[in-house]
Nanobody, 125 residues
């Protein structure tokens, strides 16, 4: 089982990036999959996730309206489209998956079964 994250990079304030999380060893629609981020000196926080049960999506308040999570079952990949990026979005972003939990908010997305390697997003001011 593996999660491979990619798509990070350096972008100016207001720019956009799309992160990808390619899964192997399981199907993305059978797990709740999402993204965490950790900025220097800060705790890791849940950013967004997509539910395996019905495809519902959840976001942290800080990214609502700017980030969009989606899932491509044919490619077995989850994406995080990030628009209107701000310097405070600078962090290492990790994708992660957990099989059996009930999600009502992003705060329910914890206790991951699998983690991918991080991808660095840097937003310059």
């Amino acid at each position: 089982v593996q999660l491979q994250a990619s798509g990070g990079g350096l972008v100016q304030t207001g720019g956009s990036l799309r992160l990808s999380c390619a899964a192997s060893g399981f199907t993305v629609d059978s797990y709740n999959i999402g993204w965490f981020r950790q900025a220097p000196g800060k705790e890791r926080e849940g950013v967004s996730c997509i539910s395996s049960s019905d495809g519902s999506t959840y976001y942290a308040e800080s990214v609502k309206g700017r980030f969009t999570i989606s899932r491509d079952n044919a490619k077995n990949t989850v994406y995080l489209e990030m628009n209107s990026l701000k310097p405070e979005d600078t962090a290492v972003y990790y994708c992660a998956a957990v099989e059996k939990i009930a999600i009502a908010t992003i705060h329910d997305f914890y206790g991951m079964d699998y983690w991918g390697e991080g991808t660095l997003v840097t937003v310059s001011s």
